[in-house]
Each structure stands twice: as structure tokens, then as C-alpha cells.
């Protein structure tokens, strides 16, 4: 997608602080940090929100969640607990229209969230 903010870290037009990238994802540092650990988890593939997932994106979504474990593991917070969030929709603070998974930690997370 030309004009997908989250397309462009992606193929690295658009610079980013990256911690993993493969084939299918990236996973870069949050622009505005909600926590030490702010992590976003993207797959390269442009898809809109997490209503648009269906069927066919069980395997990447799965995925998605392993990579999320994997780095959890690797900037040290699953002792101390994790979060991961989808914000889907305007009324769920979604900003950005590309899926995104929320890795944050590095402090203790509070319930429920704002
Ligand atoms: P959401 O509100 O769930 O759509 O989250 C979007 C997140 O994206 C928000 O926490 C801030 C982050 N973000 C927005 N623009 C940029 C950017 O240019 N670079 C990086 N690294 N993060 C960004």
C-alpha cells in the first residue's frame, strides 16, 4: 500500500528502531513508548484491521504470536510479565491502519487498561 505509514517501515522507506525482521514481519520499537519494552509486531502484508483477518490468516496470526513470545524472550521481560495488544477500531485507539500487535513491558501493567 503507496500511502500505509506501517508499509513503508516495512520496506524501510520510512526509518525505524527494528528488532526482528523476516520474510512475513517486522518488529520495531514504538515511536511513543508506553512502557520500557514498546515493541510493534507488523506482518510485511497489508491488511487493515483485525476484522479484516479470516480463515486464510490463521497460520500468520499464529505466527504473529509466536514471534511476539520469541521476543518477549529476547528483550528480558517474560519474568516480570508482558502485554500484547490489538487496537482495533477508532474507538479502540486504533491510529494506524495496518495491523499491528502491541508488545509492551518493562514495568508492571495495570487492569483494566485506559
Ligand atoms: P495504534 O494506536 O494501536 O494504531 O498504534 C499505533 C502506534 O504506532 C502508536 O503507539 C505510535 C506508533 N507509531 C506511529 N507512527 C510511528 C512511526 O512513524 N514510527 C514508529 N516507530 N511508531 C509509530
Redo the contacts with the bound molecule.
Keep these: 500500500m503507496e500511502d500505509c505509514?506501517f508499509c513503508k517501515?516495512a520496506s524501510g522507506q520510512?526509518p525505524?528502531?527494528k528488532v526482528h525482521e523476516d520474510e512475513q514481519f517486522v518488529a520495531?520499537?514504538?515511536?511513543?513508548p508506553?512502557a520500557p519494552i514498546?515493541i510493534?509486531i507488523i506482518p510485511r502484508r497489508h491488511i487493515e484491521r483485525l476484522t479484516d483477518l479470516g480463515p486464510a490468516e490463521a497460520e500468520l496470526i499464529g505466527q504473529m504470536t509466536l514471534l511476539a513470545n520469541k521476543i518477549a524472550q529476547d528483550q528480558g521481560i517474560v519474568a516480570g510479565g508482558f502485554r500484547t495488544v490489538f487496537?482495533c477500531g477508532e474507538g479502540a485507539?486504533?491510529?494506524?491502519w495496518h495491523i499491528?500487535m502491541?508488545l509492551l513491558g518493562g514495568r508492571p501493567m495495570h487492569w483494566p487498561p485506559g
Design positions: 505509514l517501515i520510512i525505524s528502531d520495531f520499537r514504538d515511536i511513543n508506553q514498546h510493534l487496537n485507539g486504533q491510529s494506524v499491528h502491541h
